[in-house]
């Protein structure tokens, strides 16, 4: 005869192997329609077998977002589809998620959440093409926050995050970069922006890191914290707020085949404007440089430094800076309308209106 005291223990003699499969299940999701329960998320927790494995799960849990299709609004409830009316949240436990030559392509109403930028990091290494494969892809109606975005280099092309024709939010984040091993030439780049869509790309809280390199004589190499595309494909707007740039130097090769720039735009089809405020950038040679012909640029109460100069003004390139600390001086190669006000160099002594 079964007693009460067994009777009483049954259930919870139940309920422990199915919390312990709960808790050690590595990629999981709610949607049972239960206030106070997570009904959007995909929650991704760290490999015990390793950072690439956790970089697996990652990449899937994004391909389990389907992207709903033009014209089609929420899917339904329980229905993995990602809408303006069904976003959805992958969040990731602290650990290491390495994609190895992967990249993380982000979807359009899918944010992206770590744990914090010191405990949580996505990483990949370079590659051999140019601007379309990164460690992490954007995309618009999306935000990428709370975590560190590397790329460890071994490329010819290296970059932490990629904006091509789209619009993503960056929120306390750090992008961090190494050079690779080109033969010929090579790029490492934290951010490479080559357009955005209609909506601005919104940097906020965001530190860039770009790491020394020392290659072989003959080599071309540029290092680029943030870059706009060479050329750009034109239009949207991109703030930056509370932004670190840092660009160490590129040694050992033949001068003038190698830069160090903490925010390089380019050409005549640039961002529609490009707005910069309490941003902190120090470069190896030269802060910021606006290209030939960039559309508008206003930098206020930031501080630039740069080995060559802080601020590089090509012909016809337009530029206000305001209220900020110049060091490194600035060159002016014929830009129009520039304006400075209140701005002031290393020692503190007040520049003119020409940045002088």
């Known amino acids: ?167 993503p939010k960056l929120t306390h984040v750090t992008l961090s970069a190494s050079t690779g091993n080109g033969a010929i030439s090579v790029t490492t780049v934290g951010l490479f922006i080559g357009s955005a869509s209609s909506s601005p790309v919104e940097l906020t809280d965001v530190r860039v890191i770009i790491a020394p390199a020392a290659l072989a004589p003959g080599t071309q190499a540029f290092n680029l914290g943030i870059w706009f595309g060479s050329p750009y494909a034109g239009g949207g707007t991109v703030r930056l707020r509370d932004v670190t740039v840092s660009v160490g130097a590129i040694t050992s090769t033949t001068p003038g085949l190698a830069f160090a720039i903490g925010i390089e735009t380019y050409g005549e089809v640039g961002p529609s404007s490009l707005m910069l405020e309490d941003v902190t950038i120090v470069a190896a040679d030269y802060g910021l440089t606006l290209g030939y012909g960039t559309p508008p640029t206003t930098v206020n109460r930031s501080t630039i430094n740069g080995g060559k100069a802080a601020v590089a003004f090509a012909p016809f390139s337009t530029g206000t800076i305001g209220s900020s600390q110049l060091i490194g001086g600035v060159s002016n190669e014929g830009a129009t309308l520039t304006t400075c006000v209140g701005d002031y160099n290393g020692s503190y002594s007040p520049l003119n209106s020409s940045c002088q």
Not at 17 to 23: A, S
Not at 51 to 56: I, V
Not at 108 to 137: F, H
Request: proline fraction near 5%.
């Open 1 to 167: 005869m079964t007693s009460r005291k067994a009777v009483a223990r049954l259930p919870f003699l139940v309920l422990v192997p199915v919390l312990c499969v709960y808790l050690n299940s590595n990629v999981w999701a709610q949607d049972d329609g239960e206030t106070g329960t997570l009904h959007r998320t995909i929650v991704v927790h760290p490999m015990s077998t390793g950072p690439k494995d956790s970089g697996t799960e990652l990449l899937e849990a994004m391909a389990s977002i389907t992207e709903a299709a033009p014209g089609i609004g929420d899917a339904g409830p329980g229905i993995m589809t990602a809408s303006a009316t069904n976003p959805w949240l992958i969040k990731l436990d602290a650990g290491v998620y390495d994609l190895g030559t992967a990249s993380l392509v982000m979807k359009p109403y899918v944010d992206i959440e770590g744990s914090g930028e010191g405990v949580t990091k996505i990483t990949a290494v370079g590659n051999n093409s140019n601007v379309t494969s990164g460690t992490v892809i954007g995309a618009s109606n999306a935000e990428l926050r709370f975590l560190t975005v590397e790329n460890t280099g071994g490329g010819t092309f290296n970059a932490a995050v990629i904006i091509n024709s789209a619009s």
